[in-house]
């Protein structure tokens, strides 16, 4: 023999049905209708990054390549092994396909339909940072400030949004009522709309928790500026999961 054998096996793969809903939550045929949306938007159109090279992995392998990154939150140098490639080829598949799977745009809706916001800090290795459905913000900002900068308010224009009571400076918000700053109780009316506010208000934080099963989003060790693609294409694999 005069070199070595390229003889790498793939042990996960899209085309076993049964790894599909451990990594990504979804049904096949939903996982079916996730790989058309990033066909669609121009996955199986993305070179390998090296000329004359193709992908050794289809397109429905590499996304259920990042999504099992996501999912275990594995080194850069596990995944590959696992799909039958070198670390650099699962590395180039996560930088290319994941900001492919990103929520769409918010679609215009019934004026009446209240948005609820809320955000979480993710633990990353150079920052802290508090992710809304926009821009990531640094940690120690407050809640009105990141509403503000992250660019949901402006995403949010025109419509009701509901959001707990740090958003004091966003006049357009809809809040709990606070105390009076003399100390006296509030009215009961007051008090009966805050408690309805906190149950509405609550799915956001339940949305969150479930998101947060993704274990990348309990320790993200790449880079800050790629958070926001991965946020964003953990809850589009997120909302088939709970919608069916």
Not at 7 to 27: D, G, K, M, N
Not at 187 to 214: C, F
Not at 215 to 236: K, N
């Amino acid at each position: 023999m005069t070199g070595w054998d390229d003889a790498r096996v793939q042990v996960i793969s899209a085309s076993r049905l049964e790894w599909i809903a451990p990594f990504t939550s979804l049904q096949p045929g939903q996982f079916r209708n996730l790989v058309r949306v990033v066909a669609e938007r121009g996955g199986d159109a993305i070179a390998d990054g090296r000329p004359g090279w193709q992908w050794r992995l289809d397109l429905a392998e590499r996304v259920l390549l990042v999504a099992t990154y996501w999912r275990t939150n594995l080194t850069m140098r596990q995944p590959g092994p696992l799909f039958g490639v070198s670390h650099a080829a699962a590395h180039r598949g996560i930088d290319t396909v994941g900001p492919l799977l990103a929520l769409a745009p918010v679609r215009r809706r019934r004026i009446d339909q209240v948005a609820i916001v809320d955000g979480t800090l993710v633990p990353t290795r150079d920052h802290r940072l508090v992710i809304a459905t926009g821009e990531p913000q640094p940690g120690n900002r407050n809640d009105c400030t990141v509403y503000r900068d992250s660019g949901i308010a402006d995403t949010l224009a025109g419509r009701p949004v509901m959001a707990d009571g740090g958003h004091q400076g966003n006049p357009d918000v809809i809040m709990p009522y606070r105390e009076p700053r003399d100390g006296s109780p509030l009215e009961d009316w007051q008090e009966d709309l805050n408690t309805v506010h906190r149950s509405i208000r609550a799915r956001a934080g339940h949305a969150l928790a479930r998101m947060e099963n993704w274990t990348i989003l309990r320790d993200y060790r790449r880079a800050a500026h790629t958070l926001r693609d991965t946020a964003s294409g953990i809850a589009r694999l997120h909302n088939p999961a709970l919608t069916g």
